[in-house]
Protein backbone atom coordinates (compact mmCIF):
# COMPACT_ATOMS: atom_id res chain seq x y z
CA UNK A 1 0.00 0.00 0.00
CA UNK A 2 1.67 3.15 -0.89
CA UNK A 3 1.32 6.26 0.58
CA UNK A 4 1.24 9.99 -0.56
CA UNK A 5 1.65 12.95 0.82
CA UNK A 6 1.72 16.48 -0.80
CA UNK A 7 3.47 19.72 0.52
CA UNK A 8 4.43 23.01 -0.65
CA UNK A 9 1.18 25.11 -2.13
CA UNK A 10 0.03 28.02 -0.90
CA UNK A 11 -1.29 31.85 -2.41
CA UNK A 12 1.02 33.09 -4.63
CA UNK A 13 0.36 36.32 -7.15
CA UNK A 14 -0.15 35.62 -10.96
CA UNK A 15 3.31 35.40 -12.91
CA UNK A 16 4.79 33.82 -9.90
CA UNK A 17 6.00 29.81 -8.90
CA UNK A 18 5.51 27.35 -6.83
CA UNK A 19 7.41 24.08 -6.31
CA UNK A 20 5.00 20.86 -4.72
CA UNK A 21 6.31 18.05 -3.67
CA UNK A 22 4.82 14.86 -3.35
CA UNK A 23 6.30 12.54 -0.94
CA UNK A 24 5.89 8.66 -0.84
CA UNK A 25 6.33 5.38 1.23
CA UNK A 26 4.65 2.09 1.40
CA UNK A 27 6.01 0.51 -1.94
CA UNK A 28 9.05 0.71 -4.17
CA UNK A 29 8.67 4.40 -5.73
CA UNK A 30 10.50 3.55 -8.75
CA UNK A 31 8.38 1.32 -9.70
CA UNK A 32 5.37 3.45 -9.82
CA UNK A 33 3.96 6.30 -12.54
CA UNK A 34 3.62 9.38 -10.93
CA UNK A 35 1.06 12.17 -11.75
CA UNK A 36 -0.19 15.40 -11.12
CA UNK A 37 -3.35 15.86 -11.30
CA UNK A 38 -5.71 18.68 -10.04
CA UNK A 39 -9.37 20.01 -8.93
CA UNK A 40 -10.77 23.85 -9.02
CA UNK A 41 -14.09 24.21 -7.28
CA UNK A 42 -16.93 23.06 -9.24
CA UNK A 43 -15.25 21.73 -11.48
CA UNK A 44 -13.89 17.79 -12.41
CA UNK A 45 -10.51 16.41 -11.29
CA UNK A 46 -8.20 16.81 -14.26
CA UNK A 47 -4.85 15.77 -15.38
CA UNK A 48 -1.83 18.03 -15.25
CA UNK A 49 1.12 15.52 -16.12
CA UNK A 50 2.92 12.28 -15.88
CA UNK A 51 5.95 10.75 -15.37
CA UNK A 52 7.43 7.58 -15.28
CA UNK A 53 10.50 5.78 -13.86
CA UNK A 54 12.75 6.78 -15.87
CA UNK A 55 11.85 10.55 -16.14
CA UNK A 56 9.77 10.24 -19.33
CA UNK A 57 7.06 12.63 -18.76
CA UNK A 58 3.58 13.78 -21.06
CA UNK A 59 1.94 17.24 -19.96
CA UNK A 60 -1.10 17.98 -20.31
CA UNK A 61 -1.67 21.25 -22.61
CA UNK A 62 -2.47 23.57 -20.04
CA UNK A 63 1.14 22.80 -18.28
CA UNK A 64 3.23 22.80 -20.77
CA UNK A 65 6.05 25.38 -21.16
CA UNK A 66 5.36 26.07 -17.60
CA UNK A 67 5.12 23.16 -15.49
CA UNK A 68 7.89 20.90 -15.02
CA UNK A 69 7.31 17.44 -13.40
CA UNK A 70 10.26 15.90 -12.07
CA UNK A 71 11.31 12.76 -9.49
CA UNK A 72 13.97 11.48 -7.38
CA UNK A 73 14.14 7.71 -6.64
CA UNK A 74 16.63 7.48 -4.16
CA UNK A 75 14.38 10.26 -1.95
CA UNK A 76 10.80 8.69 -2.98
CA UNK A 77 9.29 12.10 -4.23
CA UNK A 78 8.29 13.91 -7.11
CA UNK A 79 8.22 17.53 -7.34
CA UNK A 80 6.07 20.07 -9.86
CA UNK A 81 8.08 23.29 -10.41
CA UNK A 82 4.86 25.84 -11.31
CA UNK A 83 6.11 28.93 -13.15
CA UNK A 84 4.36 31.99 -14.54
CA UNK A 85 1.08 31.32 -12.56
CA UNK A 86 -2.56 32.06 -13.80
CA UNK A 87 -5.44 32.33 -11.57
CA UNK A 88 -7.29 30.01 -13.76
CA UNK A 89 -4.35 27.27 -12.26
CA UNK A 90 -6.06 27.76 -8.66
CA UNK A 91 -6.93 24.27 -7.94
CA UNK A 92 -6.40 21.48 -5.14
CA UNK A 93 -3.46 19.90 -6.56
CA UNK A 94 -2.95 16.04 -6.07
CA UNK A 95 -0.10 13.16 -6.48
CA UNK A 96 -1.46 10.06 -7.56
CA UNK A 97 0.36 6.70 -8.56
CA UNK A 98 0.07 3.97 -10.79
CA UNK A 99 1.99 0.72 -11.86
CA UNK A 100 2.35 0.35 -15.98
CA UNK A 101 2.00 3.02 -18.44
CA UNK A 102 1.73 6.66 -18.26
CA UNK A 103 -1.87 7.55 -18.78
CA UNK A 104 -4.23 10.45 -18.07
CA UNK A 105 -7.67 8.97 -16.92
CA UNK A 106 -8.18 9.53 -13.38
CA UNK A 107 -9.53 6.32 -12.70
CA UNK A 108 -6.55 4.30 -13.44
CA UNK A 109 -4.56 5.88 -10.70
CA UNK A 110 -4.33 3.81 -8.01
CA UNK A 111 -2.97 5.79 -4.97
CA UNK A 112 -3.93 9.43 -4.29
CA UNK A 113 -2.41 12.07 -1.57
CA UNK A 114 -4.90 13.77 0.11
CA UNK A 115 -4.31 17.13 -1.92
CA UNK A 116 -2.37 20.85 -1.16
CA UNK A 117 -4.33 23.60 -1.98
CA UNK A 118 -2.76 26.01 -4.38
CA UNK A 119 -4.51 29.85 -4.62
CA UNK A 120 -3.05 32.23 -7.74
CA UNK A 121 -4.18 35.97 -6.99
CA UNK A 122 -4.72 38.36 -9.88
Known amino acids: QVQLVESGGGLVQAGGSLRLSCAAS????????MAWFRQAPGKEREFVVS???????YYAGSAKGRFTISRDNAKDTMYLQMNSLKPEDTAVYYCAARRGVIVTQRYNYDYWGQGTQVTVSS
Open 51 to 57: ISWNGST
Open 26 to 33: GGTFSNYI
